[in-house]
C-alpha cells in the first residue's frame, strides 16, 4: 500500500497501569490469550471466546483529543484484537485490587454478599461493575441490570450478585414495584409468617455496615502518556505483520480510502464482534484488515433538518446514548424510529459488546437477525457512502440488505455515516422482537413496522414492514404493503394484511434455524400488536373518529413485568448459647471469595507453563453412525509445531476403561457411534498450531445403518442398555379396577448442557523420574483419574498422582467425560516425556460431553373424581446416547425417586436407558430427579384438569402425610414435608395470589398469568456403604496453624469453607488459623466422587473424626495449660512426642438397595421442600416473566445458611433454565447445532424472578448427619419446575378463554416457541402448516 512503507509497526498501550509495547504485534491474537498467556493476567477468563458469557470483560479507556474526554468501557477481551488498542488502557480484575495491596470495594462487596460460588464467572462480573462506576459512581438499579446483562453465571442465580451491586445504587430498599398499588414494604402480602413461636430469624446473610467505600479518586488514572501521543503526536498509520495476517491503522480518511483502493477486499474492522466470531467458529481468513479507529470522521453526529446523522464508527451504546438525549429534547412525533431504535438497542447483547460493535459493522454485516436493519429500512434511513472518486448516498433498502450489487457499496467505498430521517406526523414507527431469552439473546423474529397516514383520516398511505430471523437477511414485505395502500387502518386492513405478509414471507418447513410455525406466527402476532399500538394511538389523537380498544385487548401493547428485583433470605440465627467463636451456624462468606473477585483464584488453566510444554487438542467424529475407512494424518503431522497424533492404534490393550459394568472406548477404533467421538489426538508445540493440524486430519468414513438419534427410534429398535429396572409396590392392576377413572399420558422432556462456565481442562506433567505423574484436572473425581491414567500408562496407581485445587463448575460433568481425556493426554505426555495441556473449547466441550439426559415419560393413572390416586403405571425412557457412562444409575435414582412427595399406593415404574447415536449423556445436578419429578407432576396436573381441581389440591391430597413407607419399603416421615408445604402456602400468600390472577386473567386477553406451587422431597444418599466413606487429614503444626485436607472437591459449593467451619469448631479455634491447600490423591487416598450432595456431610464427619482425635491426644495438655495457645500446646505436644496429625474417617451411612426384592435402604434422609411461582406470559410471542418466586426448604440444621441458600438458588435459576429456556438442538443427521453461549440460552439477569423469597425452615435434629445438617447440592433444582408449572396454568386460562378443549400437552423446556404456539387463537390458526414428512425439518427432538 501506498505510504505503508514508513508505517510505525510499534503497539503501544497499557495494562493495568503498565506501558506494554510489542514489537511483533500478531493480527490474529486476540486481547485475551495475551492477557493470558503473555503478561500472565490469568484473572480475566475464557468462557466461550465469541462475546456470549462475559467473562472475559475488561475495561478499555480511551482518550479523545477532540472532546477532551477519557471513555471507559467494557469489552470482551476474547473478540479485541490487540491491534485495535494501539493508545487505549486497559484494566483487568488485577488492575483494580488485590489482597496484597487493597481490594477494591466492589471485588469485596462482591465477595461478602455472597456472589461467588466456583468464582469462574465473578472477575467479569466484577469488571462489568467496576466500568459502570467509573462512568456512574451511583448508578441506577436500570443501569445496574443493563451493565451485567452481558455476564452469566452458572452457580448463583444471579441475586447475591445484585445485592452487592445493589449497594452501590442510590435507592432505597424497596422493589420499586406498586402494582395494585402493593409493594415490598407493604405488609399484607409480601411480610413473611414467622416461624414457631420463640424462633429468632436473622434476614441478613451479609453486614453492609462494614464495607469498605466507594472512592472514585482512588481508582487507576489514564495514563498521561497516553493523553499527551493523542494530543501531541502526529498521526500515523500502523501496520502490523503478522505470520499470516496485516493489519493497517490508517491515520486519516484520505489513508482509508486509500487503502480501501489497494485492499478492496479487506474487511474494516471496528468491533469485530461480527467479523471475529466469523474467523474463529467459521474459519473464514481475511490477509489484510483495515482498521479506521482512530478517524474522527466516522464519529460524526449531525442534526440537519431531514434528520440525525450518525456516524458508522460510534458504538451501538454510543448510539444509544445520542438517540436518548434526541428523544428527550424533541417532539414524539419526530422520534418515533429513534424511539423503535432505542427499544431494541436496550436487549441487542450485553453490554460489552453493545460498547464494542458500531453502527456500521452493524448495518454492513447484514447479519439475518439483525435487530437495527429491519428498523433502519421502515425508516427510510440512507447510507453516506465516501471513496476516492467522492460521496454517494444509498437508501438502507431491501436490496442493499440482499447485497444486490447495483444497491450495495463499491468495493472501494466505505460507509461513513447514516441518516436517521425524523418522524413526520401521522407517521408510526414500532419494534418487535422475540428470542429465546429476553437480553443478551439474538431474536428468533424481530420486525420493524412503519405506516404513514398523511392526516387524520387513517388512510394509509406508506406501509414499510421489514422482518429479521425470517430469511437469510433482513425481508422486506414490500408487495404485501403496496397493496394495502389507500385501506383504513381497521380489522379487514388487518386481516388482509396478515395474509398478504404470510405469502410473501413464506418460510419453508425445513427452515434453517427452525421453529418454522413459531415464525410464521410471530410475523402476524407482531402484526396484530403494531395493529393495536397504532390504533391506540389514533384514538389518543382522535377521540372522535377512532373506536377504543377493549380494555381486556391492551394487554397484547404492555411490556411483561421488568421491575426491579427484590429478595428476602431467611433463615435461623444459631443457638444463643452456641460458642461466640463457633463459626458453625453463620453466614461465613466463601473460603475463596476474595480471591475469586480479585482474579487470583488459580484454575487448572491459570498455572503457568512447563518447561516445553505441549497443547493437545482433540478430533472427533462427523458422522453419528459410520465406519472409519481412513485416518490420513499426513498433512496435519507435516504442519509446523506438530509433534505427535495419539489413535487408537498407539492405545492398543489400553482403549478402555471400565467405571461401571461396561468399558468406555477412549479413541475410536474402526466405527464410529456419534458426532463428537473421540477419534485422535493432536499434539503440538502450542494451540494454535495443534487446532490448525486437527483440521487437516483426512478422515474417510463409510455410513452404517441404523442411526439411531430419538427416544422412539431406540424404542422402535429395541436399543436399550441392559438391565432394565422394575420397582412395583401394591398391586397395580387391581387398583385399576376400582378407581373412577383412568388417564393416560406422556410428556418429553429434553436434556440440559452443563454449562460449568470452566471448560474442561487439564495439564499432565511427567515427573521425569520412577515413570511418576502429575495430572492437575479439574474434576470432581481425582481418584477415577488417577486409575484411568494409571491403566492407560499400565504402571501402579502410586505413581500417578491428581491434584485439584478447585474446579470452575461441575454440576456431574466432570467425572467419566474427564477421565478419558486425561488418560489420552497422559497417554501423548508419557509418550513425548513433556507436560501436556488440554483446554476445550467451548464448542467442543458442549459436543463432546453431552449432559442431562433427554427423558419421554409414559403414563396410566387410576384415580378417584376427589383427585386422589390409586394406581400409577409408568414408563421412563432416557435417551442415554452412544455409550452407557452413567445412564443406568440415572435410570435408577429416577426410578427410586419418582414418587417425589406423593404416596402412590399402588405403583409400578420401569425405566430404560435407551442407547442411541447421540454422544453419550451422564451425570447432571439431581442425577435423574429432575426428569422423573417433573413426568410425576405432569401427570398429577392432568389428573387435577380431568377432576376438576386445583394441581395443588390434587398435590395436598396425595401427598405423604406422617410416618410412611416410599414403594422401596423405607421408612420416611413427612412431618417436614408437610410444614414446608403450609409454609410456602403461607409465605407466598397462595389463596390471594390465585384469586388475583384470576382477576388479572380476566381482565387481560392476550397476556395472563399462571401461579403453581410445587413440594419436594429429595432423598439424599448413594446407594452404597462404600461409595459414601470419606477421609481427612489434619495436621497441627508447631506454630499452631493447622492445615486441613479431604477427599471433597470445591467446586463452588463451597465444601472447603464448610470443613473449616467444622475444624475451626472441633478444635475450638478461629477459622483464621485454618487453612486448606486443595484436594490430591497423594494426601487422601481412594476418595469417593463429589457428588450426589453429601460432600460436605462425608468429609464432615472425616474432619470431625480427625480433629477430634487430636483433641483427645492434647486434651490432657491443654488442661494442663488451659490459658495456653495452640502454638504452646502444640510444642507441649511435640515435646511429648505426640503425633500432630491425625486421619479422620467415616464409612459411610449404612445404604442398600435389593432391585430384585424391590426394597432398600438406599438413603440416608430427605430433603424437603416447596416452591410456589407466579409468571406472566405474552400469548402473542410465547414470552414469560417469572413474576415472584417462594421457596421455602428443610435443610435441618445449616451449617452456614449462605453457602446453603446460594446453593438453592443457583439450582433454583439452573432448574428454571432447564424447563423453560435451555434448549439443545440436534440436526436429523444427529449434529449438535447448539454449541456456545450464542445458541444455547441459560438463564441470565434478565431471567430471574422479579421478587425472591427463600426461607429456611427452622432446625430440625437428625442425629446421623453432620451437626444434623442436610446436603443441598441438587435438590432445589427441581423447584425450577414450579416456573413450568406456573406457565402450564397462565396456558389453561389462555386456552379456556379461547375456547381450546382437548388435552394440554406440554414438552419440556416451555420455551417462547412452545408457550406461543400452545396459545392457540386466530393467527396460529391462519399460518400455513406442513404435512409432517414433506420436508426435512432443521432439527429433531431426541
Ligand atoms: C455475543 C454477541 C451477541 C449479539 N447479539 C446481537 C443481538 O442481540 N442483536 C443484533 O442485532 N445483533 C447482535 N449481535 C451482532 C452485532 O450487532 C454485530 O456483530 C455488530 O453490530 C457488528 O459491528 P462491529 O463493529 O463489531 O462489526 P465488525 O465485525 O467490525 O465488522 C463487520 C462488517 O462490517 C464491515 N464494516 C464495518 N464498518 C464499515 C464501514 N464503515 N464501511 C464499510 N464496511 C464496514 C466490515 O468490513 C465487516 O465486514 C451480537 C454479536 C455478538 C458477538
Ligand atoms: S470468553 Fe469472552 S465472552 Fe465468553
Ligand atoms: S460463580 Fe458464577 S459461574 Fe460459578
Known amino acids: 500500500?501506498?505510504?505503508?512503507?514508513?508505517?510505525?509497526?510499534?503497539?503501544?498501550?497499557?495494562?493495568?497501569?503498565?506501558?506494554?509495547?510489542?514489537?511483533?504485534?500478531?493480527?490474529?491474537?486476540?486481547?485475551?490469550?495475551?492477557?493470558?498467556?503473555?503478561?500472565?493476567?490469568?484473572?480475566?477468563?475464557?468462557?466461550?471466546?465469541?462475546?456470549?458469557?462475559?467473562?472475559?470483560?475488561?475495561?478499555?479507556?480511551?482518550?479523545?483529543?477532540?472532546?477532551?474526554?477519557?471513555?471507559?468501557?467494557?469489552?470482551?477481551?476474547?473478540?479485541?484484537?490487540?491491534?485495535?488498542?494501539?493508545?487505549?488502557?486497559?484494566?483487568?480484575?488485577?488492575?483494580?485490587?488485590?489482597?496484597?495491596?487493597?481490594?477494591?470495594?466492589?471485588?469485596?462487596?462482591?465477595?461478602?454478599?455472597?456472589?461467588?460460588?466456583?468464582?469462574?464467572?465473578?472477575?467479569?462480573?466484577?469488571?462489568?461493575?467496576?466500568?459502570?462506576?467509573?462512568?456512574?459512581?451511583?448508578?441506577?438499579?436500570?443501569?445496574?441490570?443493563?451493565?451485567?446483562s452481558g455476564n452469566l453465571c452458572r452457580c448463583t442465580g444471579y441475586r447475591p450478585i445484585i445485592d452487592a451491586c445493589k449497594s452501590f445504587c442510590k435507592t432505597t430498599d424497596c422493589c420499586q414495584s406498586k402494582e395494585n398499588g402493593v409493594c415490598c414494604l407493604d405488609e399484607e402480602i409480601n411480610e413473611l409468617p414467622g416461624f414457631e413461636e420463640g424462633s429468632k430469624t436473622c434476614p441478613k446473610l451479609f453486614s453492609e455496615e462494614a464495607f469498605l467505600p466507594l472512592d472514585p479518586t482512588q481508582e487507576l488514572i489514564f495514563p498521561p502518556e497516553l493523553m499527551i501521543i493523542a494530543e501531541k503526536q502526529p498521526q500515523r498509520t500502523r501496520v502490523f505483520g503478522g505470520e499470516r495476517m496485516t493489519w493497517i491503522s490508517p491515520a486519516t480518511l484520505k489513508e482509508l480510502l486509500e487503502a480501501k483502493v489497494n485492499y478492496p477486499q479487506a474487511p474494516i474492522v471496528m468491533g469485530n464482534t461480527s467479523v471475529g466470531p466469523e474467523v474463529k467458529f467459521k474459519g473464514i481468513f481475511h490477509p489484510v484488515i483495515l482498521f479506521p479507529g482512530s478517524i474522527a470522521e466516522l464519529s460524526v453526529v449531525k442534526h440537519a433538518d431531514n434528520g440525525l446523522t450518525v456516524g458508522a464508527g460510534l458504538s451501538l451504546a454510543q448510539v444509544k446514548e445520542i438517540l436518548s438525549d434526541v428523544v428527550q429534547k424533541l417532539p414524539e412525533e419526530k422520534t418515533q424510529t429513534f424511539r423503535a431504535l432505542l427499544k431494541h438497542l436496550g436487549t441487542l447483547a450485553g453490554s460489552q459488546i453493545r460498547n464494542m460493535a458500531t453502527l456500521g459493522g452493524h448495518i454492513m454485516s447484514r447479519h439475518l437477525d439483525s435487530d437495527l436493519n429491519p428498523l433502519l429500512a421502515v425508516g427510510n434511513c440512507t447510507l453516506n457512502l465516501l471513496s476516492k472518486d467522492g460521496e454517494r448516498q444509498i437508501p438502507l433498502n431491501e436490496q442493499f440488505l440482499r447485497k444486490c450489487s447495483e444497491a450495495d457499496l463499491k468495493?472501494?467505498?466505505?460507509?461513513?455515516?447514516?441518516?436517521?430521517?425524523?418522524?413526520?406526523?401521522?407517521?408510526?414507527?414500532?419494534?418487535?422482537?422475540?428470542?429465546?431469552?429476553?437480553?443478551?439473546?439474538?431474536?428468533?423474529?424481530?420486525?420493524?413496522?412503519?405506516?404513514?397516514?398523511?392526516?387524520?383520516?387513517?388512510?394509509?398511505?406508506?406501509?414499510?414492514?421489514?422482518?429479521?430471523?425470517?430469511?437469510?437477511?433482513?425481508?422486506?414485505?414490500?408487495?404485501?404493503?403496496?397493496?394495502?395502500?389507500?385501506?383504513?387502518?381497521?380489522?379487514?386492513?388487518?386481516?388482509?394484511?396478515?395474509?398478504?405478509?404470510?405469502?410473501?414471507?413464506?418460510?419453508?418447513?425445513?427452515?434453517?434455524?427452525?421453529?418454522?410455525?413459531?415464525?410464521?406466527?410471530?410475523?402476524?402476532?407482531?402484526?396484530?400488536?403494531?395493529?393495536?399500538?397504532?390504533?391506540?394511538?389514533?384514538?389518543?389523537?382522535?377521540?372522535?373518529?377512532?373506536?377504543?380498544?377493549?380494555?381486556?385487548?391492551?394487554?397484547?401493547?404492555?411490556?411483561?413485568?421488568?421491575?426491579?428485583?427484590?429478595?428476602?433470605?431467611?433463615?435461623?440465627?444459631?443457638?444463643?448459647?452456641?460458642?461466640?467463636?463457633?463459626?458453625?451456624?453463620?453466614?461465613?462468606?466463601?473460603?475463596?471469595?476474595?480471591?475469586?473477585?480479585?482474579?487470583?483464584?488459580?484454575?487448572?488453566?491459570?498455572?503457568?507453563?512447563?518447561?516445553?510444554?505441549?497443547?493437545?487438542?482433540?478430533?472427533?467424529?462427523?458422522?453419528?453412525?459410520?465406519?472409519?475407512?481412513?485416518?490420513?494424518?499426513?498433512?496435519?503431522?507435516?504442519?509446523?509445531?506438530?509433534?505427535?497424533?495419539?489413535?487408537?492404534?498407539?492405545?492398543?490393550?489400553?482403549?478402555?476403561?471400565?467405571?461401571?459394568?461396561?468399558?468406555?472406548?477412549?479413541?475410536?477404533?474402526?466405527?464410529?457411534?456419534?458426532?463428537?467421538?473421540?477419534?485422535?489426538?493432536?499434539?503440538?508445540?502450542?494451540?494454535?498450531?495443534?487446532?490448525?493440524?486437527?483440521?487437516?486430519?483426512?478422515?474417510?468414513?463409510?455410513?452404517?445403518?441404523?442411526?439411531?438419534?430419538?427416544?422412539?427410534?431406540?424404542?422402535?429398535?429395541?436399543?436399550?442398555?441392559?438391565?432394565?429396572?422394575?420397582?412395583?409396590?401394591?398391586?397395580?392392576?387391581?387398583?385399576?379396577?376400582?378407581?373412577?377413572?383412568?388417564?393416560?399420558?406422556?410428556?418429553?422432556?429434553?436434556?440440559q448442557e452443563h454449562f460449568y462456565m470452566e471448560t474442561q481442562s487439564m495439564l499432565v506433567v511427567p515427573k521425569g523420574e520412577d515413570q511418576e505423574i502429575d495430572v492437575y484436572v479439574s474434576t470432581q473425581f481425582p481418584k477415577y483419574i488417577q486409575d484411568i491414567v494409571a491403566s492407560t500408562l499400565k504402571v501402579p496407581s502410586n505413581k500417578v498422582m491428581c491434584h485439584v485445587r478447585r474446579v470452575g463448575g461441575a454440576f456431574g460433568g466432570k467425572v467419566t467425560k474427564t477421565g478419558i481425556m486425561a488418560a489420552i493426554t497422559a497417554f501423548a505426555a508419557n509418550k513425548q516425556g513433556r507436560a501436556v495441556r488440554c483446554i476445550l473449547e467451548r464448542g467442543e466441550d458442549m459436543l463432546i460431553t453431552a449432559g442431562r439426559h433427554p427423558y419421554l415419560g409414559k403414563y396410566k393413572v387410576g384415580f378417584m373424581n376427589d383427585g386422589r390416586i390409586l394406581a400409577l403405571d409408568m414408563v421412563h425412557y432416557s435417551n442415554g446416547g452412544a455409550f452407557l457412562d452413567e445412564s443406568l444409575f440415572v435410570i435408577e435414582m429416577g426410578i427410586l425417586k419418582m414418587d417425589n412427595a406423593y404416596k402412590f399406593p399402588n405403583l409400578r415404574c420401569r425405566g430404560l436407558a435407551c442407547r442411541t447415536n447421540l454422544p453419550s449423556n451422564t451425570a447432571l445436578r439431581g442425577f435423574g430427579f429432575p426428569q422423573a419429578g417433573l413426568i410425576t407432576e405432569s401427570c398429577i396436573t392432568e389428573v387435577a384438569a380431568k377432576c376438576g381441581l386445583s394441581p395443588e389440591k390434587v398435590r395436598m391430597i396425595n401427598m405423604y402425610k406422617e410416618i410412611d413407607q416410599t414403594p422401596y419399603k423405607q421408612e420416611i416421615d413427612a412431618k417436614n414435608l408437610i410444614q414446608c408445604w403450609r409454609e410456602c402456602m403461607a409465605m407466598s400468600s397462595y389463596p390471594l395470589r390465585k384469586a388475583a390472577v384470576e382477576k388479572f386473567n380476566a381482565e387481560n386477553y392476550w397476556k395472563k398469568k399462571g401461579l403453581a406451587m410445587v413440594p419436594l422431597k429429595f432423598p439424599v444418599g448413594l446407594c452404597s456403604r462404600a461409595a459414601g466413606q470419606a477421609a481427612a487429614l489434619v495436621h497441627i503444626y508447631l506454630d499452631g496453624s493447622v492445615l486441613v485436607t479431604h477427599g471433597g472437591i470445591e467446586m463452588g459449593q463451597g465444601v472447603h469453607t464448610k470443613m473449616i467451619q467444622v475444624a475451626s469448631r472441633e478444635l475450638r479455634m478461629p477459622m483464621s488459623n485454618v487453612h486448606l491447600r486443595g484436594t490430591s490423591t497423594e494426601t487422601i487416598p481412594n476418595a469417593n466422587i463429589s457428588g450426589g450432595s453429601v460432600v460436605?456431610?462425608?468429609?464432615?464427619?472425616?474432619?470431625?473424626?480427625?480433629?477430634?482425635?487430636?483433641?483427645?491426644?492434647?486434651?490432657?495438655?491443654?488442661?494442663?495449660?488451659?490459658?495456653?495457645?495452640?502454638?504452646?500446646?502444640?510444642?507441649?505436644?511435640?515435646?511429648?512426642?505426640?503425633?500432630?496429625?491425625?486421619?479422620?474417617?467415616?464409612?459411610?451411612?449404612?445404604?442398600?438397595?435389593?432391585?430384585?426384592?424391590?426394597?432398600?435402604?438406599?438413603?440416608?434422609?430427605?430433603?424437603?421442600?416447596?416452591?410456589?411461582?407466579?409468571?406472566?406470559?405474552?400469548?402473542?410471542?410465547?414470552?414469560?416473566?417469572?413474576?415472584?418466586?417462594?421457596?421455602?426448604?428443610?435443610?435441618?440444621?445449616?451449617?452456614?445458611?449462605?453457602?446453603?441458600?446460594?446453593?438453592?438458588?443457583?439450582?433454583?435459576?439452573?432448574?428454571?433454565?432447564?424447563?423453560?429456556?435451555?434448549?439443545?438442538?440436534?440436526?436429523?443427521?444427529?449434529?449438535?447445532?447448539?454449541?456456545?453461549?450464542?445458541?444455547?440460552?441459560?438463564?441470565?439477569?434478565?431471567?430471574?424472578?422479579?421478587?425472591?423469597?427463600?426461607?429456611?425452615?427452622?432446625p430440625s435434629q437428625n442425629s446421623n448427619t453432620l451437626y444434623s445438617s442436610k446436603g443441598l447440592g441438587e435438590s432445589g433444582l427441581f423447584l425450577g419446575c414450579s416456573v413450568f408449572f406456573a406457565i402450564r396454568d397462565a396456558l389453561s386460562a389462555a386456552r379456556q378463554e379461547r375456547g381450546v378443549s382437548g388435552q394440554l400437552k406440554l414438552s419440556s423446556p416451555l420455551t417462547p416457541e412452545r408457550i406461543r404456539m400452545a396459545c392457540e387463537d386466530k393467527f396460529t390458526k391462519m399460518i400455513p402448516r406442513d404435512a409432517p414428512g414433506s420436508y426435512v425439518p432443521w432439527n429433531i427432538p431426541v
Not at 4 to 26: P, S
Not at 103 to 113: F, G, L, M, S
Not at 117 to 130: D, E, R
Request: net charge negative; with cysteine.
Open 1 to 148: 500500500m501506498a505510504g505503508t512503507q514508513d508505517a510505525a509497526t510499534e503497539l503501544l498501550f497499557y495494562v493495568n497501569g503498565r506501558k506494554v509495547i510489542e514489537k511483533n504485534a500478531d493480527p490474529e491474537t486476540m486481547l485475551l490469550p495475551y492477557l493470558r498467556k503473555k503478561l500472565r493476567f490469568t484473572g480475566t477468563k475464557y468462557g466461550c471466546g465469541g462475546g456470549g458469557c462475559g467473562a472475559c470483560t475488561v475495561m478499555i479507556s480511551r482518550y479523545n483529543p477532540i472532546t477532551k474526554s477519557i471513555r471507559h468501557y467494557p469489552a470482551n477481551a476474547c473478540l479485541v484484537p490487540i491491534c485495535s488498542l494501539y493508545g487505549a488502557a486497559v484494566t483487568t480484575v488485577e488492575g483494580i485490587g488485590s489482597t496484597s495491596t487493597r481490594i477494591h470495594p466492589v471485588q469485596e462487596r462482591i465477595a461478602k454478599c455472597h456472589g461467588t460460588q466456583c468464582g469462574f464467572c465473578t472477575p467479569g462480573m466484577v469488571m462489568s461493575m467496576y466500568t459502570l462506576l467509573r462512568n456512574h459512581p451511583e448508578p441506577s438499579l436500570d443501569q445496574l441490570t443493563d451493565a451485567l
Open 411 to 751: 468495493p472501494k467505498e466505505i460507509l461513513i455515516s447514516v441518516n436517521i430521517p425524523y418522524s413526520r406526523k401521522w407517521e408510526f414507527v414500532s419494534a418487535f422482537r422475540q428470542a429465546q431469552r429476553r437480553q443478551n439473546a439474538l431474536a428468533i423474529v424481530n420486525s420493524g413496522m412503519r405506516v404513514f397516514f398523511g392526516g387524520g383520516d387513517g388512510i394509509i398511505r406508506e406501509l414499510s414492514i421489514s422482518y429479521g430471523g425470517v430469511g437469510p437477511t433482513t425481508i422486506c414485505a414490500k408487495n404485501a404493503c403496496q397493496k394495502l395502500i389507500g385501506r383504513p387502518w381497521n380489522e379487514e386492513m388487518l386481516d388482509a394484511a396478515c395474509r398478504l405478509i404470510l405469502d410473501e414471507v413464506s418460510l419453508p418447513g425445513s427452515a434453517p434455524g427452525g421453529k418454522v410455525e413459531f415464525k410464521r406466527t410471530l410475523i402476524i402476532s407482531f402484526l396484530f400488536k403494531f395493529y393495536l399500538e397504532v390504533s391506540q394511538i389514533l384514538k389518543r389523537l382522535d377521540p372522535v373518529h377512532y373506536p377504543s380498544l377493549a380494555d381486556k385487548y391492551e394487554s397484547a401493547l404492555e411490556d411483561l413485568h421488568s421491575k426491579h428485583h427484590w429478595s428476602i433470605s431467611k433463615y435461623q440465627n444459631v443457638d444463643p448459647r452456641q460458642l461466640p467463636q463457633d463459626p458453625v451456624g453463620h453466614p461465613i462468606m466463601h473460603l475463596s471469595g476474595i480471591k475469586h473477585a480479585t482474579g487470583e483464584a488459580i484454575y487448572c488453566d491459570d498455572m503457568p507453563a512447563v518447561d516445553q510444554e505441549l497443547f493437545l487438542t482433540f478430533v472427533t467424529s462427523s458422522r453419528a453412525h459410520a465406519k472409519i475407512l481412513s485416518i490420513d494424518l499426513s498433512e496435519a503431522l507435516s504442519l509446523p509445531g506438530v509433534v505427535d497424533i495419539v489413535t487408537a492404534e498407539h492405545l492398543q490393550g489400553v482403549n478402555s476403561f471400565c467405571l461401571s459394568t461396561e468399558p468406555e472406548m477412549l479413541l475410536a477404533t474402526d466405527e464410529v457411534f456419534c458426532v463428537g467421538q473421540l477419534v485422535c489426538a493432536v499434539v503440538a508445540d502450542s494451540e494454535v498450531q495443534a487446532k490448525r493440524a486437527a483440521k487437516q486430519v483426512n478422515i474417510v468414513y463409510e455410513d452404517l445403518e441404523p442411526v439411531i438419534l430419538t427416544i422412539e427410534e431406540a424404542i422402535q429398535h429395541n436399543s436399550f442398555f441392559e438391565p432394565e429396572r422394575k420397582l412395583e409396590y401394591g398391586n397395580v392392576d387391581e387398583a385399576f379396577k376400582v378407581v373412577d377413572q383412568i388417564l393416560k399420558g406422556e410428556i418429553h422432556m429434553g436434556g
Open 1096 to 1258: 460436605a456431610d462425608l468429609n464432615g464427619l472425616a474432619v470431625k473424626d480427625a480433629c477430634q482425635t487430636l483433641l483427645k491426644r492434647l486434651e490432657p495438655i491443654i488442661i494442663k495449660n488451659p490459658q495456653g495457645t495452640w502454638k504452646d500446646w502444640a510444642q507441649a505436644a511435640f515435646d511429648e512426642s505426640i503425633s500432630l496429625s491425625a486421619i479422620g474417617y467415616f464409612r459411610g451411612y449404612e445404604s442398600n438397595m435389593d432391585w430384585e426384592e424391590g426394597k432398600g435402604h438406599p438413603f440416608e434422609y430427605f430433603v424437603y421442600g416447596a416452591a410456589c411461582s407466579e409468571v406472566e406470559i405474552d400469548c402473542l410471542t410465547g414470552d414469560h416473566k417469572n413474576v415472584r418466586t417462594d421457596i421455602i426448604m428443610d435443610v435441618g440444621c445449616s451449617i452456614n445458611p449462605a453457602l446453603d441458600i446460594g446453593q438453592i438458588e443457583g439450582a433454583f435459576i439452573q432448574g428454571m433454565g432447564l424447563y423453560t429456556i435451555e434448549e439443545l438442538n440436534y440436526s436429523p443427521k444427529g449434529v449438535l447445532y447448539t454449541r456456545g453461549p450464542n445458541q444455547y440460552k441459560i438463564p441470565a439477569i434478565c431471567d430471574i424472578p422479579t421478587e425472591l423469597h427463600v426461607s429456611l425452615l427452622p
